[in-house]
């Protein structure tokens, strides 16, 4: 069977560190670039009745953004060149061989991790929500009123390494391949840029479906920054729907938004 493999040895820290940085780093600039060059450069004015703060966001709002998604993807790698050191310690469970657990466990790991954090997500989420903590961690994300791509990972130091946190608290607890976790990656900065993007591309039907109650939608976390609360959820909406989180017009705003 064909095995994809990594090297045994894990090199140097500062070499860890820098090549997922930049790894990061290239995805955040991917993905956010096409969103930014698809729904504010190519087709603004044909998708602006999608807009679902009508508003554009500033030049100078958008240049925040990036100057402080590129802190962070600094302190990505930071935490995870951490993480590493300790897979080198034998603390953590990142295996790098997919025969030693199949090929099934490395897609299922992958599902497995976004449940996993989508829980992590949306308690952190709250509890930087707190007015004693609000300031120091989560202050700089909601400086975005009117967010645009460039904020999908535009946090302070503090709530940036919150949200790297994902990384160590799952190589600790369960069995994950580098390969599954990049993958997971990927899906994670998809969905994050797209839910900053500020344009609501679901169908209207969406809310009237058990999709629209399980998959969360960019009218959500937009009208999170809009509102500063309620919709702390990030993949799924669930939790805010057991937790009674849901800002009381999220369905109200979302029909308004598809019905332009």
């Not at 990061?24 to 190519?42: N, P």
Request: include cysteine; hydrophobic fraction near 45%; charged fraction near 15%.
């Amino acid at each position: 069977m064909f095995a994809l493999s990594f090297p045994k040895e894990i090199p140097s820290f500062g070499k860890t560190m820098t090549f997922i940085a930049l790894n990061d780093l290239s995805h955040y600039l991917l993905f956010a670039g096409i969103a930014w060059l698809l729904g504010y450069v190519l087709f603004r004015g044909w998708w602006h009745n999608r807009k679902i703060i009508q508003e554009m966001p500033s030049g100078a709002d958008m240049r925040r953004e990036a100057m402080w998604s590129a802190l962070t993807v600094v302190i990505y790698g930071l935490v995870g060149g951490s993480t590493l050191a300790l897979k080198k310690l034998g603390w953590t469970q990142i295996y790098t061989k997919v025969d030693d657990y199949g090929w099934g466990w490395f897609w299922g790991s992958i599902v497995v991790v976004i449940f996993v954090h989508d829980a992590y997500f949306y308690w952190t989420h709250r509890l930087i929500h707190h007015p004693k903590l609000f300031r120091f961690f989560h202050g700089v994300h909601h400086e975005s009123h009117n967010p645009s791509p460039w904020a999908a990972y535009c946090f302070s130091p503090g709530e940036a390494v919150i949200q790297a946190g994902i990384f160590p608290l799952v190589a600790l607890t369960m069995p994950i391949h580098p390969g599954a976790f990049g993958l997971f990656m990927l899906w994670q900065i998809t969905f994050n840029v797209a839910g900053h993007t500020g344009y609501e591309f679901h169908a209207k039907w969406l809310m009237d479906s058990w999709l629209g109650k399980f998959l969360n939608t960019p009218t959500n976390h937009i009208q999170h920054h809009d509102s500063f609360k309620g919709n702390y959820g990030l993949y799924f909406n669930y939790w805010d729907r057991w937790m009674g989180t849901n800002h009381p017009d999220y369905e109200k705003r979302f029909r308004e938004v598809t019905s332009r």
